[in-house]
């Protein structure tokens, strides 16, 4: 799926906002646009901040 066909524009934003606060909290430096210059580990581990942080929502609303 490409940037493109994203149904809801404001969806695509929230994300990019959501991907740059996880990033920066595991300490990786992603920049706007392409990050192709970044390691697996550090894309690993934006990836997985991200996950967690739905997850500890997830949860938090169930109660």
Known sequence: MSKSSVVVPEAREALDRFKMEAAS???VNLKQGYNGDLTSR???????Q???RMIENYEKNMK
Do not use: D, I, P, T
Not at 42 to 48: D, I, K, N
């Open 42 to 48: 550090q894309a690993g581990s934006v990836g997985g």
């Open 50 to 52: 991200m996950v967690k």
């Open 25 to 27: 909290e595991v300490g």
